[in-house]
């Protein structure tokens, strides 16, 4: 039989080591992980649009960074607009074909990650069989639209740009 201070310390002994166990076993779990698994993936590296207009942010106002999540329903369309900001597009779900007027039409699809046009008017449309969801991000600046509405003739704004 132990001793009195020998049983208080095998009670705290018992009380201690499983969580220490535990702590040890997330650690070393965790750093097999990172020593494992790949890379993180890149979506998108680039210093130019999809039309290949080299990307330049507006000067002079404070930075502004806005992050949104826009849902198309099939055949559903944006209207005519321009982003006056560079924009960083991924597709999160479904199909969406841009018209870009005479440069051309471009279609993206899930998983896709596109620079957008920046000051050239275009107009997106769900061409998929269900919802598109597209996460937009604007790399504008306070008081600088990020985007334009334009009437259907694509070069006269309609209505206060969206911010």
Aim: proline share 7%; net charge positive; aromatic share 6%.
């Amino acid at each position: 039989m132990l001793s009195a201070p020998r049983q208080r310390l095998a009670r705290r002994a018992a009380l201690v080591a499983p969580p220490f166990l535990l702590a040890l076993a997330i650690l070393l779990g965790s750093s097999y992980r990172a020593a494992t698994r790949e890379e993180a993936a890149s979506l998108l590296s680039t210093g130019k649009t999809v039309l290949g207009q080299t990307i330049s942010y507006p000067a002079g106002k404070p930075a502004k960074v806005t992050a949104a999540i826009i849902t198309m329903l099939p055949g559903e369309a944006t209207g005519w607009h321009q982003h006056d900001v560079p924009m960083f597009d991924y597709i999160l779900e479904g199909e969406v074909t841009v018209d870009y007027g005479a440069q051309g039409t471009r279609v993206y699809r899930t998983g896709e990650a596109v620079m957008e046009a920046i000051a050239v008017a275009h107009n997106g449309r769900n061409t998929g069989s269900g919802p598109a969801r597209i996460l937009a991000v604007f790399m504008g600046a306070d008081g600088v639209p990020n985007t334009v509405m334009l009437k259907g003739d694509a070069s006269v704004p309609v209505q206060p740009p969206l911010q």
